[in-house]
């Protein structure tokens, strides 16, 4: 009964009235005690309302004016399902007493009672394996790209937001957010993108234990139907039968009261905010199709090899290095010119027409400003000149990065071919194919540095031009542009396992580059990620609805050997969710991108339940208490027993400083007030206290006290704080206890 009180609490009360009236007035004498009569009520009324759940299930299923045909066979069984009414129903008592579920045979209209399952019904902890860099090997990484469909990469925003749901979902249980809920119960979350199901496993005190299943992003047909289902507006129904009169403020028009009562799910939340994502993907194709615009990304790119590089801590080894200064000879050399089919007019600002390749002088003539701001915005001088090693360097890293771009890309006349090159080195796959490049393998960190980062933080920059295009042209916003994103925004592939404990650890901004390849659809998609607080709908599902579905397709693919993946079972119901939740079963009768192990989710860990309550009753906060209660208590007790009893010099001692420190009175005489907890302050609480201490056994420390506390105090009579006649002055005083 006590654990029930925390796992089911809202039941309770009818298991309690039935016991009382069943045992007390109706069958006393069959009563053997209260725990032993609540027992049996409780076992008899969770069957009762298990089979209440079941015929709920059934008769929103089969309702004739809502009958959902997925295929020939449901067409033909529902006609045959009628006389089975009876046998229907005994075996939705037989399936309540044994706690089976009822299933639709291959999604029909005819129920059969499967095998017992746990209450909680879940096969296993199951956990999704999200494929990235940590577990492909580097060979199947830079060819075949595993991984790169969209479920397997957005199953890390179902991943975060089972953390969100961990720190927050017990205490806003507790707050009531989502009605009652107890142990095996299933809500779907649904909002613009995210659309999950979870399942409450257990309810206990102050925790919950639950699972989350994640669904596609863009989903089936049938999914969506069953979403804009979820998110249907009720309340601007005005039909009544054939015609719209409307209805009454505050209350549903008939048409819409009566579909909702047919529902095996009901709105339990309209607007439940959570912490997570907005995310944003934008073609990349439309975006570098046209030349000018690569033109653009290809100048940020350079601009941004040349800061990473002035600005790294290892600039002064790189420019001291005689293995790298013997690479970049070529490349000093005043009239160098780099005549290669990777450059061209058409994409590169500094091409030199006439020369018909790109030269150093070309180089210095369109980013001397971009190197001199960045070369003076370090604590050390570096030359910057023409003629300077700096220059050299910077020139001959952009050439490295521009002709690792056209080799990744092969053919930079096609968009597709460039977006290829471009995702290639944005996940870090530089291959030197060039013998004049090999200078850069002296130190490898030239490439991961300088070279790897140009291009994730160019392609940032070039989607802040299209909202402010000539706003870069300045250098010291350009510089303070790309100072501020690599402060504030994380930039990296997806299968890196820096962008899972970026998002995991939320972060506020994130941007990839996502290669999306499937179902023969080769694509390109700038991602950019916003932590904000999400909106969801919670919806309550009927959780026999759940077990008997899960159940229809274990025995439809496991037994029945039916792997059609356009099978009738699996078709839209909007009045039972049937797509939505056979998709949450586990793979592989399901297709769920993501399913969470069991997580826990604690009452403390929810800041606005803990910023109003105590929290959970626990023995070292008890003890915690009682510690600050007892010590409170001794330095009260403490105080006032020695501020009427003790001689002043010895509750004093040490606290008042001597003549030759005046300016330490002040705080002397507050702590002296506070000591003898007088209601009153100043020098009036101080001579009063002197008047006690000298009727006392120690009149010569009094005196002497007075005679030092009235050093820097006016000879004049000073006013009442309360507004009474004059307060006499410490020597009046004096004058007067000498008397």
């Given at each position: 009964?006590?654990?029930s009180?925390?796992?089911?609490?809202?039941?309770?009360s009818?298991f309690?009235?039935?016991?009382?009236?069943?045992?007390?007035?109706?069958?006393?004498?069959?009563?053997e005690?209260?725990?032993?009569?609540y027992?049996?009520m409780?076992i008899?009324?969770?069957?009762?309302?298990?089979?209440?759940?079941?015929?709920?299930?059934?008769?929103?299923?089969?309702?004739?004016?809502?009958?959902?045909?997925?295929?020939?066979?449901?067409a033909?069984a529902?006609?045959?399902?009628?006389?089975?009414?009876?046998?229907m129903?005994?075996?939705?008592?037989?399936?309540?007493l044994?706690s089976?579920?009822?299933?639709?045979?291959?999604?029909?209209?005819?129920?059969?009672?499967?095998?017992?399952?746990?209450?909680?019904?879940?096969?296993?902890?199951?956990?999704?394996?999200?494929?990235?860099?940590?577990?492909?090997?580097?060979?199947?990484?830079?060819?075949?790209?595993?991984?790169?469909?969209?479920?397997?990469?957005?199953?890390?925003?179902?991943?975060?937001?089972t953390?969100?749901?961990?720190?927050?979902?017990?205490?806003?249980?507790?707050?009531?957010?989502?009605?009652?809920?107890s142990?095996?119960?299933?809500f779907?979350?649904?909002s613009?993108y995210?659309?999950?199901?979870?399942?409450?496993?257990e309810?206990?005190?102050?925790?919950v234990?639950?699972?989350?299943r994640?669904?596609?992003?863009?989903?089936?047909?049938?999914?969506?139907?069953e979403?804009e289902?979820?998110?249907?507006d009720?309340?601007s129904?005005?039909g009544?039968?054939?015609?719209?009169?409307?209805?009454?403020?505050?209350?549903?028009?008939?048409?819409a009261?009566?579909?909702?009562?047919?529902?095996?799910?009901q709105v339990t939340?309209?607007k439940?905010?959570?912490e997570?994502?907005?995310?944003?993907?934008?073609?990349?194709?439309?975006?570098?199709?046209?030349?000018?615009?690569?033109?653009?990304?290809i100048?940020?790119?350079?601009?941004?090899?040349?800061?990473?590089?002035?600005?790294?801590?290892?600039?002064?080894?790189?420019?001291?290095?005689?293995?790298?200064?013997?690479g970049?000879?070529?490349?000093?050399?005043?009239?160098?010119i780099?005549?290669?089919?990777?450059?061209?007019?058409?994409?590169?600002?500094?091409?030199?027409?006439?020369?018909?390749?790109v030269?150093?002088?070309?180089?210095y003539?369109?980013?001397?400003?971009?190197?001199?701001f960045?070369?003076?915005?370090?604590?050390?001088?570096?030359?910057c000149?023409?003629?300077?090693h700096l220059?050299?360097l910077?020139?001959?890293?952009?050439?490295l990065?521009?002709r690792?771009?056209?080799?990744?890309?092969?053919q930079?006349?096609?968009?597709?071919?460039?977006?290829?090159?471009l995702?290639?080195?944005?996940?870090?796959?530089?291959?030197?194919?060039?013998?004049?490049?090999?200078?850069?393998?002296?130190?490898m960190d030239?490439l991961?540095?300088?070279?790897?980062?140009?291009?994730?933080?160019?392609?940032?920059?070039?989607?802040?031009?299209?909202?402010?295009?000539?706003?870069?042209?300045?250098?010291s916003?350009?510089?303070?542009?790309i100072?501020?994103?690599?402060?504030?925004?994380?930039?990296?592939?997806?299968?890196?396992?820096a962008?899972?404990?970026?998002?995991?650890?939320?972060?506020?901004?994130?941007?990839?580059?996502r290669?999306?390849?499937?179902?023969?659809?080769?694509?390109?998609?700038?991602?950019?990620?916003?932590?904000r607080?999400?909106?969801?709908?919670?919806?309550k599902?009927?959780?026999?609805?759940?077990?008997?579905?899960?159940?229809?397709?274990?025995?439809?693919?496991?037994?029945l050997?039916?792997?059609?993946?356009?099978?009738?079972?699996?078709?839209?119901?909007?009045q039972?969710?049937r797509?939505?939740i056979?998709?949450?079963?586990?793979?592989?009768?399901?297709?769920?991108?993501?399913v969470?192990?069991?997580?826990?989710?604690?009452?403390?860990?929810?800041?606005q339940?803990h910023?109003?309550s105590?929290?959970?009753?626990?023995?070292?906060?008890?003890?915690t208490?009682l510690?600050?209660?007892?010590?409170?208590?001794?330095?009260?007790?403490?105080?006032?027993?020695?501020?009427?009893?003790?001689?002043?010099?010895?509750?004093?001692?040490?606290?008042?400083?001597?003549?030759?420190?005046?300016?330490?009175?002040?705080?002397t005489?507050?702590?002296i007030?506070?000591?003898?907890?007088?209601?009153?302050?100043?020098t009036?609480?101080?001579s009063?206290?002197?008047?006690r201490?000298?009727?006392?056994?120690?009149?010569?420390t009094g005196?002497?006290?007075?005679?030092?506390?009235s050093?820097?105090?006016p000879?004049?009579?000073?006013?009442?704080?309360?507004?009474?006649?004059?307060?006499?002055t410490?020597?009046?005083?004096?004058?007067?206890?000498?008397?």
């Amino acid at each position: 009964m006590i654990r029930s009180s925390f796992s089911d609490s809202s039941k309770q009360s009818i298991f309690v009235i039935w016991t009382v009236l069943f045992f007390e007035f109706d069958y006393k004498k069959y009563s053997e005690g209260f725990p032993i009569d609540y027992f049996i009520m409780s076992i008899f009324l969770t069957k009762v309302y298990e089979l209440m759940l079941k015929l709920r299930f059934v008769f929103s299923y089969i309702a004739p004016w809502q009958i959902p045909w997925g295929s020939a066979f449901h067409a033909f069984a529902q006609p045959f399902s009628i006389p089975h009414s009876t046998m229907m129903f005994f075996q939705s008592i037989l399936s309540s007493l044994i706690s089976a579920p009822l299933n639709p045979f291959l999604g029909s209209a005819i129920f059969i009672c499967s095998y017992v399952r746990p209450v909680k019904f879940w096969e296993k902890n199951y956990n999704t394996n999200r494929v990235d860099h940590t577990n492909t090997r580097l060979s199947s990484q830079l060819d075949r790209n595993p991984g790169a469909d969209d479920n397997n990469l957005n199953s890390i925003f179902y991943e975060h937001l089972t953390r969100s749901l961990q720190h927050s979902l017990c205490g806003d249980l507790l707050l009531g957010r989502w009605g009652p809920v107890s142990s095996g119960d299933c809500f779907v979350l649904a909002s613009d993108y995210l659309n999950a199901l979870v399942h409450i496993i257990e309810v206990g005190n102050g925790l919950v234990t639950f699972q989350l299943r994640g669904l596609e992003f863009r989903g089936t047909y049938c999914q969506q139907r069953e979403v804009e289902a979820i998110t249907e507006d009720v309340e601007s129904d005005k039909g009544c039968c054939c015609c719209e009169p409307g209805h009454l403020p505050g209350v549903l028009s008939v048409n819409a009261a009566f579909g909702q009562r047919w529902l095996s799910w009901q709105v339990t939340s309209v607007k439940y905010v959570i912490e997570g994502y907005s995310i944003s993907d934008n073609s990349a194709t439309s975006m570098l199709q046209v030349y000018d615009l690569r033109k653009i990304l290809i100048t940020y790119y350079v601009k941004a090899i040349i800061f990473y590089a002035i600005r790294s801590t290892q600039l002064v080894d790189w420019l001291t290095s005689d293995d790298i200064r013997t690479g970049l000879v070529e490349y000093h050399k005043k009239n160098f010119i780099e005549k290669e089919s990777a450059f061209n007019q058409n994409i590169d600002e500094d091409y030199d027409v006439l020369a018909k390749g790109v030269s150093r002088n070309s180089f210095y003539n369109t980013y001397s400003d971009w190197i001199m701001f960045c070369a003076g915005r370090r604590n050390d001088e570096i030359p910057c000149d023409k003629a300077s090693h700096l220059v050299t360097l910077c020139f001959a890293l952009s050439l490295l990065g521009r002709r690792a771009l056209g080799t990744a890309a092969h053919q930079q006349f096609s968009s597709l071919e460039f977006l290829y090159g471009l995702h290639a080195l944005f996940k870090g796959d530089f291959r030197i194919a060039a013998q004049k490049d090999e200078w850069v393998l002296c130190d490898m960190d030239l490439l991961k540095k300088v070279v790897a980062p140009g291009v994730r933080m160019s392609l940032k920059l070039h989607q802040d031009h299209f909202t402010s295009p000539d706003e870069y042209d300045e250098p010291s916003i350009l510089y303070a542009a790309i100072a501020s994103h690599e402060e504030n925004l994380v930039i990296s592939h997806e299968g890196d396992p820096a962008w899972r404990q970026a998002v995991l650890a939320n972060r506020n901004s994130l941007l990839a580059l996502r290669h999306v390849t499937d179902d023969a659809i080769d694509d390109y998609k700038i991602i950019m990620l916003n932590k904000r607080f999400l909106s969801f709908r919670v919806i309550k599902v009927n959780r026999e609805c759940v077990r008997g579905f899960w159940s229809s397709q274990l025995q439809e693919l496991i037994f029945l050997r039916n792997r059609n993946p356009e099978r009738g079972s699996i078709q839209n119901a909007k009045q039972v969710l049937r797509n939505i939740i056979n998709s949450s079963c586990d793979q592989p009768i399901g297709y769920p991108i993501y399913v969470s192990p069991l997580t826990t989710s604690y009452a403390d860990t929810n800041e606005q339940l803990h910023s109003f309550s105590y929290g959970a009753l626990q023995v070292t906060r008890l003890t915690t208490a009682l510690k600050k209660a007892w010590n409170h208590l001794r330095l009260r007790c403490g105080t006032l027993c020695r501020g009427s009893s003790e001689p002043i010099d010895e509750i004093i001692q040490g606290a008042v400083p001597s003549v030759r420190e005046p300016g330490s009175l002040g705080p002397t005489r507050g702590r002296i007030d506070s000591s003898l907890s007088s209601p009153r302050t100043g020098t009036r609480h101080l001579s009063t206290s002197t008047n006690r201490s000298l009727s006392g056994s120690a009149p010569q420390t009094g005196i002497k006290l007075s005679s030092s506390l009235s050093v820097n105090a006016p000879s004049s009579t000073q006013p009442s704080p309360t507004g009474g006649p004059p307060e006499p002055t410490g020597s009046q005083q004096r004058t007067r206890h000498k008397r």
